[in-house]
């Protein structure tokens, strides 16, 4: 695991998968690993309710209901497409629910304006072509069509980047549930195992490149994961995604709850002015999404431990959120200003705290900025 | 029931409970390590259930929109027959119950107070409502009561008018609830509208009020809302309970919500006094009617049932003394409501009245409990089922559900409960796969793109859903789910999304109907006499109607309500296509879009008001005269409603006398142009219809003719009064002018006025100027030299167009003035400098597009007249006003000037000569016959006509 960047969550849980799958004596469908209910366990961690020896960490965070529905629409023959704003966490949940039910989330095609029909099928080699000819030893498949063989699940990241055709080219996938090669004389077509479906993403902020047609969209069974609106929750998420990132990194960092609490707050804060502000030139140009937030902490995190003295602090922290936010050189860093005095001075002298040395960290980043 | 008989029932009672209450302490002890605050709790809850079913009176407790509460109300009225139920609602609001039979359900009880006296003003007009729907408790004991010969019903909870009189505004500014629930009008929704901004009330408001705790409860229940939770893990275990299993499990649920809620303390007041006033009410009722207890049956809220106040049971203390009522006038009603009123009023997810409406249907026919009905209730047909849901009757099977386990031997119907699994139907594929179809129908209809395919997934989905939340039985919500999952896509393409038309597609939103009996005279009055238009009035969504009134006359009287109604309903209530209401004017025919019975609330809230809508808009009409606020614009404008809408001349007349008190009594000037609008509108209208002039009205023009000219100085110097003002002002002198002289007005008044005036703003001026050329003081010809001196002058020639706009506005007072203003525009286009002229020129089309729309058409028809009509007609045209110098200029002259000024030089003929001979003017004098006028030289041929005349002069 240690010699992994980023584990893909099969392998980064696969402890607890395990043990999830030697207890688990409900009904699986297919060829799945774990039952649908084992499989919300394992995404949304245990309750005391489910009875279970151990304690289930929850790794997504969002509506229950978000989960059930998707793993509903997995065991019945249709595809899933989990459709959200940037930063909600749907590539998560796609990666979880792979690594859930067939312990492999890496059969993956990312949807680019470059993808091919070839990414989606299968190509040659075309070198074993010329000196064997086509046969199924110089056919190259694709992660689609590897999960159909191995009756697992393919995930298809970002479909509405990809163009028409190219989507298209999932309907028979979906609907037939095989591939025809006809390249070839005998053998000419793969069927899929039972198991098999495929988890896209799409990006709602991308709607009207490229359009899913009605033929393709009768086919995915659609879930649309919101944007984090709770604070409770988003809390959460920042500090579940943290200690990852620490885990990752290997840093024996301390990150001090009250720090956290500050960064929510200002986050809090920003949005709410946002919200309240009349033109674009009044707000900043980053969404403020809990992605944003994490990079935040990432980034002071990461600060800290290489040239700082190994604590983060809130200085560092308030540098590193004004580092990230702005972008644009006249709007942002006014609007950042603004806050810093109308916001966290009068905080910092009602409340304390960390805030006062998250106002300097703040004033000393938009002076070297600006 | 005697005193030795309800000892042995409590002994009973105490015994049944102790097994229950020792594993409870076990239990505590475990969890918590030792006796503590949660063995209080739930040693305490056991209290209260205890309590409560040990009183003599017995204690129905319910939960509203609860279907298992209906059929558990039913069974035991029919088993019990009590004589007298007592029931949780406000009790001023007994008298309309019976009216419940005239309407469809659901409809709300409503308290109106427009009156208010003893709350603070603001907050007028009051109003509460108590919605019924059929699915409740509350409407089974209403029925039963009702329609049973000998059994009474009283209703004790305090009245309308204590709602108000606990209200949290009154001791702190808080948020406006009252405390029978939250009053939500964000809800956008017409129909979620239905209920305006009253409070609600309403019975078994059963809920945690503790937001941890729901949480706690909705997360381990795995649903998502609190309905939900309640259908799931009380409603259907209850559904075929016994009544004791019934009663306890319901007080149990009261007691712990009650024991777990912190809550504000205002409310936790409220409810005790309510539960103080409750026992109080019973109690003196049972004293006055000698009624046994045992023979009643006492209907609330499982909350209340588990109440801790003194004065609790019929052996309470006796300390509570009820506060009288304000001394506002309460007006009573029912109103139309619906279900997703009742949802968004009492903060329920959406659709789950609907659902219970669906569940009762369902549970009816499967219990074969016959529940009660109000004989002859309105709206049988309404509870038809839909095709989903006549699902065969179920049989009963155990399944699997999470339920709070004690493990302990059952010894008491509690316990055994708690213990037990919930009892749940099997699933009914049937059914199921009926709803899957229909769903799937719904949205094509809707413009999904949805197949029979989607109706297989939807079917496959919904079980798989139930499955993995441990239902053995897919409910509504995991049914709803499942269809959102599968036919939900990116984009909503009609008006309703899947959740929305699952919601209809389980019973929909029912609204309410009240019936023609039930409804206020007012509103009877209403459809009575709109009956001739044939429409179906009672039923919601516009309907078209068409008066031909010239071939039938009686239509008018259709027409006179269909105004009125415009005048006194929202907007869109009756809306005219055709046809409108002037002064003066006969309607022929008309066309209107009517939708009454979408409105039927505001209709009904109109009838609290008055009678007939006559008086109803009578007194609006005085309302808005006698505001202290009312200008003589306003006062007139009710006047000409008055007329138009009520031809009531006594009105009319009433108000013209107010009008011109309000009048005498305005300084300033501002609404002057409405005042000469409606005036001449008036003037115009009684020349045409009346013999006479209302005396009112030459009063007005009378005192009018003197107030204006009055202020007529102080408004042309007055920054803040407008030349549109003015010109009013003017206009007003002017054209009323002839019937003022004729009342004894004295026109110097006038002349005074206008050489008082020396305004500053060359606007104004030039109003002045238009007024004294309409007096006769200045000549077309001065006015006309004035124009030509300011276009001269570089060092006001960019103030012209100022001067320009106010000959515009001066066309309202002096319409004669017309060619003028068309020559004094062309001469600004001819004769200023861009510079000037093209910055003004959106002003002056603005000016006259906003203030001078009537002026417009005036211009551009003289405009018309003076310009060549063809373009090779321009070149040789002249205008008119430099063709014509010549002919006016002649005869001024000669005039009595010349005379005067030869007859000083004759009398002092030395003075010129001396000039003369300074100036080097060598001149003779002429003789003097040559200077007598014209006329003298008549008198000379003939003197007897002359000699007669001076003595007719001189009257010798």
Redo the contacts between chains.
């Keep these: 695991m240690s010699d992994l960047l980023r584990a893909p969550a099969e392998i980064k849980y696969a402890e607890e998968l395990d043990w999830l799958e030697s207890i688990d004596d409900g009904p699986k469908p297919f060829s799945w690993r774990l039952s649908p209910k084992m499989i919300r366990v394992f995404i949304l961690g245990s309750e005391r309710s489910d009875g279970l020896d151990r304690e289930i960490a929850q790794k997504w965070f969002g509506d229950r209901s978000f989960v059930e529905r998707s793993i509903v629409t997995l065991a019945s023959d249709r595809g899933l497409l989990l459709i959200g704003d940037p930063g909600t966490g749907k590539s998560w949940l796609a990666e979880l629910l792979s690594a859930a039910i067939s312990r492999n989330s890496t059969l993956v095609v990312q949807g680019t304006a470059g993808t091919t029909e070839d990414h989606i099928k299968y190509s040659w080699n075309v070198s074993m072509v010329i000196a064997k000819g086509q046969s199924r030893e110089s056919m190259i498949p694709s992660p689609i069509m590897t999960a159909m063989e191995g009756g697992a699940i393919g995930r298809f990241e970002e479909l509405t980047r990809s163009t028409s055709d190219v989507q298209d080219a999932l309907i028979s996938i979906l609907s037939e549930k095989y591939i025809s090669v006809p390249e070839l004389d005998s053998d000419g077509i793969v069927f899929a195992k039972p198991g098999f479906s495929i988890i896209a993403t799409a990006n709602s902020r991308d709607r009207g490149v490229n359009d899913l047609s009605s033929a393709l969209k009768r086919r995915f069974n659609f879930v649309r994961i919101p944007v984090m609106t709770n604070k409770k929750s988003e809390a959460e998420i920042v500090r579940f995604r943290t200690e990852e990132l620490l885990r990752r990194h290997q840093i024996e960092l301390d990150v001090p709850p009250t720090l956290l609490d500050v960064l929510l707050q200002s986050f809090a804060d920003l949005r709410a002015s946002a919200a309240a502000a009349g033109s674009d030139d009044e707000k900043l140009e980053s969404a403020l999404s809990t992605a944003e937030q994490i990079g935040v902490l990432e980034d002071a995190i990461l600060h800290s431990n290489f040239f700082g003295e190994r604590a983060l602090t809130a200085h560092t922290l308030a540098t590193s959120l004004v580092g990230s936010l702005a972008r644009r050189e006249p709007e942002d860093l006014a609007i950042l200003n603004k806050y810093l005095h109308g916001v966290v001075e009068p905080r910092s002298k009602d409340e304390g705290g960390s805030w006062p040395e998250f106002l300097e960290g703040g004033r000393d980043a938009i002076a070297t900025l600006s | 029931m005697s005193g030795t008989q309800q000892e042995t029932h409590q002994e009973t009672h105490q015994e049944t409970f102790e097994a229950l209450r020792g594993q409870l302490r076990e239990a505590a002890a475990t969890f918590a390590d030792g006796p503590d605050a949660l063995e209080s709790i739930l040693l305490g809850l056991v209290d209260d259930v205890d309590r409560a079913a040990g009183e003599p009176l017995e204690i129905f407790p319910v939960c509203h929109h609860s279907p298992a509460s209906a059929i558990a109300m039913a069974r035991r009225l029919r088993q019990k027959q009590p004589k007298v139920v007592y029931l949780e609602l406000c009790e001023d609001m007994a008298p309309l119950l019976t009216e419940l039979r005239n309407c469809r359900l659901p409809v709300a009880v409503q308290a109106f107070a427009t009156d208010v006296d003893g709350f603070p003003p603001e907050w007028s007009p009051l109003s509460v409502v108590a919605p019924v729907t059929e699915a409740s408790a509350e409407y089974q004991a209403i029925a039963y009561a009702l329609d049973t010969p000998g059994v009474e019903l009283v209703l004790v909870d305090r009245s309308s008018d204590h709602v108000f009189q606990w209200d949290a505004r009154r001791s702190q500014s808080d948020d406006p609830a009252a405390d029978a629930g939250e009053p939500d009008t964000s809800a956008a929704d017409e129909e979620a509208a239905l209920h305006g901004d009253a409070v609600g009330v309403e019975i078994g408001d059963l809920r945690p009020r503790f937001a941890e705790l729901e949480e706690h409860l909705l ?2 229940g ?1 649903v ?1 809302h609190w309905s939900e939770w309640w259908h799931q893990y009380v409603e259907l275990p209850l559904g075929d309970g016994d009544h004791d299993t019934y009663r306890q499990v319901m007080f149990l649920i009261g007691s712990l919500f009650r024991r777990l809620a912190p809550g504000d303390p205002h409310r936790v007041r409220v409810d005790e006094d309510r539960e103080r006033y409750m026992w109080t009410r019973m109690r003196e009722h049972l004293a006055a009617t000698g009624t046994d207890p045992a023979d009643c049956l006492y209907v609330c809220g499982a909350f209340h049932a588990a109440s801790r106040v003194e004065e609790f049971g019929v052996h309470g203390t006796d300390t509570y003394r009820i506060s009288p009522r304000t001394a506002t006038t309460w007006q009573y009603g029912l109103i139309p409501s619906s279900h997703a009123a009742i949802e968004a009023q009492f903060g329920l997810a959406a659709g789950s009245v609907s659902i219970a409406a669906t569940v009762w249907a369902k549970n009816v026919k499967r219990t074969r409990v016959e529940p009660y009905r109000l004989e002859g209730q309105a709206g049988q047909t309404g509870t038809k089922k839909t095709k989903a849901q006549k699902g065969k009757a179920q049989k009963t099977a155990p399944a699997t559900a ?1 339920a709070p386990a004690t493990p302990a031997p059952a010894s008491d119907k509690l316990t055994g409960f708690l213990r037990q699994p919930p009892v749940l139907d099997r699933l009914d594929e049937t059914e199921l796969l009926g709803w899957s179809v229909e769903i799937v129908r719904a949205a094509r209809r809707n413009g999904y ?1 949805a ?1 029979t ?2 109706a297989i ?1 939807v079917f ?2 919904s079980i ?2 139930a ?3 441990d239902r053995a039985k897919p409910t509504p919500y995991d049914f709803q ?2 269809a ?3 036919i ?3 984009t909503v393409p009609g008006r309703r999304d899947v959740r929305r038309l699952v919601e209809i597609m389980m019973g929909g939103d029912r609204i309410g109907k009240v019936g023609y009996d039930a409804l206020p005279p007012l509103a009877r009055d209403v459809h009575d006499r709109l009956a001739p238009l044939n429409l179906k009035l009672q039923q919601r969504g516009v309907q078209r109607a068409l008066l031909d009134i010239a071939s039938r006359p009686e239509l008018q009287q259709c027409s006179d309500v269909l105004w009125i109604l415009r005048y006194l309903m929202p907007h869109g209530t009756a809306r005219p296509i055709m046809g409108e209401r002037t002064l003066g004017e006969r309607p022929i025919q008309e066309s209107w879009d009517v939708a009454l019975g979408t409105h039927q609330r505001a209709l009904i809230e109109l009838g609290y008001e008055g009678v007939s809508i006559e008086q109803v808009l009578e007194q609006r009409l005085r309302r808005t005269a006698y505001d202290p606020q009312a200008t003589a614009a306003t006062v007139l404008k009710a006047v000409e409603d008055a007329t138009l809408y009520l031809r009531s001349r006594r009105l009319a007349d009433e108000l013209g006398t107010r009008a011109l008190e309000v009048l005498s009594a305005e300084r300033s000037v501002d609404g002057a142009p409405e005042v000469l609008r409606r005036v001449r509108r008036l003037l115009a209208y009684y020349r045409t219809s009346e013999p006479v002039l209302p005396p009112w009205i030459e009063s007005f023009v009378k005192t009018g003719y003197a107030h204006y000219c009055t202020l007529l100085p102080t408004a042309f110097t007055d920054d803040d009064a407008t030349v549109r003002q003015v010109s009013a002002m003017l206009g007003f002198l002017f054209s009323m002018e002839s019937l003022a002289l004729s009342l004894g007005c004295d026109r110097t008044q006038l002349e005074l006025a206008v050489a008082q005036s020396h305004p500053r703003d060359p606007s104004k001026t030039a109003l002045l100027w238009a007024a004294q050329q309409q007096l006769g003081h200045l000549s077309r010809t001065d006015l006309r030299a004035r124009c030509d001196e300011l276009l001269a002058n570089p060092m006001v020639l960019p103030a012209y167009p100022r001067y320009l706009s106010g000959f515009v506005q001066a066309l309202e007072p002096v319409p004669g003035l017309t060619d003028f203003v068309v020559e004094a525009v062309s001469n600004a286009f001819a004769r200023l400098p861009d510079t000037v002229l093209l910055p003004w020129l959106p002003t002056l089309i603005t000016t006259l597009r906003s203030g001078g729309a009537e002026l417009a058409p005036l211009l551009i028809r003289e405009a018309g007249r003076i310009f060549p009509g063809r373009l090779p007609a321009l070149d040789a045209w002249v205008p008119p006003w430099q063709a014509q110098p010549e002919p006016e200029a002649v005869p001024s002259a000669a005039g009595a000037d010349g005379d005067r000024r030869s007859a000083l030089l004759v009398a002092h003929p030395a003075t010129c000569d001396a000039v003369a001979d300074l100036l080097g003017c060598d001149g003779t004098w002429a003789t003097e016959d040559s200077h007598h006028p014209a006329g003298a030289a008549l008198a000379g041929r003939h003197p007897d006509t002359a000699v007669a005349l001076e003595a007719l002069l001189t009257g010798a």
Excluded: F, I, N, W
């Design positions: 997360r381990h795995k998502r999470p793109l197949s395919a989607d997934a496959e989905t798989l859903l499955g993995m939340r789910d499942a959102v999952t599968c939900e896509k990116d």
